[in-house]
């Protein structure tokens, strides 16, 4: 593992679940590093990997961060572990990240006895490599703003629920970068988390608003639950908002996938916030899901009522967004 004989002795005495967040964390930060570095060679090779004519951006940094985390996790894991990656084609790295984060491993003992037993095989871990790929691309230099926005979303599901989650952001800071975990009953570390504010910011789609999108925001708006509106890319960086002091992310449209979803999931319901689709259903991570969130997406931190915004959603808003139970 490159680490200490101490670090050894705590690897063994951890259950599983700390020790696959454990290497999370630092697999995280070694794909944040391939995208800067991707970033800063110039050339993102981009491609589109739609086929109805929208944008579905796909860059070098995206297959190469896939990569890394893919074969990192099964390396260390075997191949009982169950990886769902955004991007089916991926690129050679040199190098595979073994090592590992003792503040996760510090954390053991807070486990829950279900969480104690689980194992390599009882688990789905859901990956997007690159979250905000439409930002990413349009930032031509790491100043850009943009590149906030950007981060590594690596969720875990057991028994088809979200119960751990890395989220790295490669470009917090000025390029330092800051990663941040959660695992559900143990707590969420690496972001402050932010207390009641008393303006109510609604985050929602920096790029892929719909008439539904708006309705909602509008309704929101006018029963008082939404003061302002920030539209943003990325569902990590969304939900970071909401840690952050933003009141909800709204998002009435099925256009976000499950590997969006599972990281951040973990990071609000281990902080004590929820998030749901638009209808307040639980989003179901088996590996028999279905890989696009029919049913929209809805998140609020620990200080929100969160059915007041699931309330406040109109019936005919929620009836087109239904939820499937076939996978895509």
């Known amino acids: 593992m490159g680490c200490s004989q101490d670090a050894e002795q705590m690897w063994s005495q951890s259950c599983f679940i700390t020790r696959l967040v454990s290497s999370t964390v630092r697999i995280s930060e070694t794909a944040g590093s391939l995208i800067k570095r991707i970033m800063s060679e110039g050339d993102l090779k981009v491609v589109n990997k739609a086929t109805d004519g929208m944008a579905d951006l796909q860059t070098e940094a995206d297959r190469s961060a896939q990569y890394c985390i893919e074969k990192s996790l099964l390396a260390k894991f075997g191949d009982k572990l169950k990886v769902i990656g955004e991007e089916d084609v991926t690129s050679v790295v040199p190098n595979l990240e073994m090592d590992v984060c003792l503040d996760v491993l510090q954390q053991d003992s807070k486990c829950s006895e279900e969480l104690r037993s689980i194992k390599a095989e009882d688990v789905v871990v859901w ?79 920096r790029s892929h608003s719909t008439p539904m999108v708006t309705e909602a925001l509008d309704i929101l708006a006018k029963q008082g639950l939404a003061d302002s509106v920030e539209r ?69 931190p620990h200080w929100v009522k969160h059915e007041d915004y699931v309330n406040t959603i109109p019936a005919h808003v929620k009836n087109a967004l239904p939820e499937f139970v076939s996978k895509n």
């Open 127 to 205: 990956v997007d490599p690159l979250d905000g790929t439409s930002e990413f691309a349009q930032a031509a230099k790491s100043a850009s703003p943009l590149l906030q926005q950007v981060t590594v979303l690596i969720g875990i599901a057991y028994k088809g629920r979200s119960i751990a989650g890395v989220v790295h952001q490669p470009y917090y800071g000025n390029g330092q970068g800051r990663t941040m975990w959660a695992i559900v009953g143990v707590g969420t570390f690496g972001i402050p988390i932010i207390g009641e504010s008393a303006k109510k910011v609604v985050v929602t789609t």
């Open 232 to 300: 943003v890319g990325g569902a990590g960086y969304k939900v970071i908002k909401c840690l952050e002091g933003a009141a909800a992310y709204v998002f009435a449209s099925p256009g976000c996938k499950k590997w969006d979803t599972a990281a951040p999931e973990a990071l609000i319901t281990a902080s004590g916030g929820r998030l749901t689709d638009i209808s307040g259903r639980p989003l179901y991570y088996g590996t028999d899901a279905q890989i696009t969130n029919t049913g929209g997406v809805l998140a609020t």
